[in-house]
C-alpha cells in the first residue's frame, strides 16, 4: 500500500449497489475498499474498527439513515470524511447532510472518473458537490432573501405610500413622530433601500404592500 492510497467503507442497503462500486473502484490503485456495511448503525461500527480516511454512505438506510450516521461517525473519529452517495438531489437532504458534517454529496450517476476525484477531495477536506447539486444551491443562494415587516411596519409605510409626512403618520397611528422615524429606519434596512420613495416600490413589487 502507497502512502496515497486511500482506505475507504462503502455503506448501502443495497447488496447490487454495493458490489457495483466496489467493480467500479477496484482496479483503482489509489484507493482500498477496508469494510462495506448495510445499513448506518453498521456503519458507525466498521468507522470504530477499521478507522477508514472516507466513508461513501448512501442516504436511505434502515436502522440508521445516512445524517444521522455523519453525525455519529465525525463524533466517534473525525478524521474520517464522510462523502454521501444517493439518487436523492432534494434541498432538504442537501442541507441535512451539510449540517451534520458531510464533506461532500454525489449522485449514483456519477462517473468513476467523477466519484474517484471526488474521493481524494473529500480525503484533503476540500467540499465535493455534484454539479446538478451545486447548481441548486447556488440558484437558491441568488435568490432574494424573504422580507417580513411587522404590521406597525406596514402601517407606517402606507402613511408614506399615502403621501403623509413624518408627523401626519404619528398622528394617524397615535405614535411619536420619532417612533415613525424608527420604524421607517427598519423598514430601509430591511428593504435595503435608502429612500422612502424605494421603500414603497419594493415593499409593492415583493408583495408586502397592497394598495387598492
Given at each position: 500500500?502507497?502512502?496515497a492510497?486511500l482506505?475507504?467503507?462503502l455503506?448501502?442497503?443495497?447488496t447490487?449497489?454495493?458490489?457495483?462500486?466496489?467493480?467500479?473502484l477496484?482496479s483503482e490503485?489509489?484507493?482500498?475498499?477496508?469494510?462495506?456495511?448495510?445499513n448506518g448503525?453498521a456503519?458507525i461500527?466498521l468507522?470504530e474498527r477499521?478507522?477508514?480516511?472516507?466513508?461513501?454512505?448512501?442516504?436511505?438506510?434502515?436502522?440508521?439513515?445516512g445524517?444521522?450516521?455523519?453525525?455519529?461517525i465525525?463524533?466517534?473519529?473525525?478524521?474520517?470524511?464522510?462523502?454521501?452517495?444517493t439518487?436523492?438531489?432534494?434541498?432538504a437532504d442537501?442541507?441535512?447532510?451539510?449540517?451534520a458534517?458531510a464533506?461532500?454529496?454525489?449522485l449514483?450517476?456519477?462517473?468513476r472518473?467523477?466519484?474517484v476525484d471526488?474521493?481524494?477531495?473529500?480525503?484533503?477536506?476540500e467540499?465535493v458537490?455534484?454539479?446538478?447539486?451545486?447548481?441548486?444551491l447556488?440558484?437558491?443562494?441568488r435568490?432574494?432573501?424573504?422580507v417580513?415587516?411587522t404590521?406597525?411596519?406596514i402601517?407606517?409605510?402606507?402613511?408614506?405610500?399615502?403621501?403623509?409626512?413624518n408627523?401626519?403618520?404619528?398622528?394617524?397611528l397615535?405614535i411619536?413622530?420619532?417612533?415613525?422615524k424608527?420604524?421607517?429606519?427598519?423598514i430601509?434596512a430591511?428593504l435595503?433601500?435608502s429612500d422612502?420613495t424605494?421603500?414603497?416600490?419594493?415593499?409593492?413589487?415583493?408583495g408586502?404592500?397592497?394598495?387598492p
Open positions: 500500500m502507497t502512502e492510497t482506505r475507504i467503507i455503506v448501502d442497503d443495497h447490487v449497489m454495493r458490489a457495483g462500486l466496489v467493480a467500479l477496484a490503485p489509489t484507493i482500498d475498499i477496508v469494510g462495506e456495511a448495510g448503525r456503519a461500527e468507522v477499521v478507522e477508514p480516511d472516507v466513508a461513501l454512505l448512501d442516504l436511505r438506510m434502515p436502522l440508521l439513515d445524517v444521522a450516521a455523519t453525525a455519529e465525525l463524533a466517534v473519529r473525525p478524521r474520517t470524511r464522510v462523502l454521501i452517495l439518487t436523492y438531489d432534494t434541498d442537501i442541507e441535512r447532510a451539510v449540517e458534517g464533506t461532500g454529496y454525489l449514483k450517476d456519477a462517473t472518473d467523477q466519484l471526488a474521493i481524494h477531495s473529500a480525503s484533503r477536506g467540499t458537490l455534484a454539479p446538478r447539486v451545486a447548481q441548486r447556488v440558484a437558491r443562494m435568490q432574494p432573501t424573504p417580513t415587516l404590521s406597525r411596519e402601517d407606517v409605510l402606507n402613511g408614506v405610500a399615502d403621501g403623509l409626512n408627523a401626519d403618520i404619528g398622528r394617524r397615535f411619536a413622530e420619532a417612533t415613525v424608527t420604524h421607517l429606519l427598519r430601509f430591511k435595503d433601500v422612502r424605494h421603500a414603497v416600490v419594493l415593499a409593492l413589487e415583493r408586502l404592500l397592497t394598495r
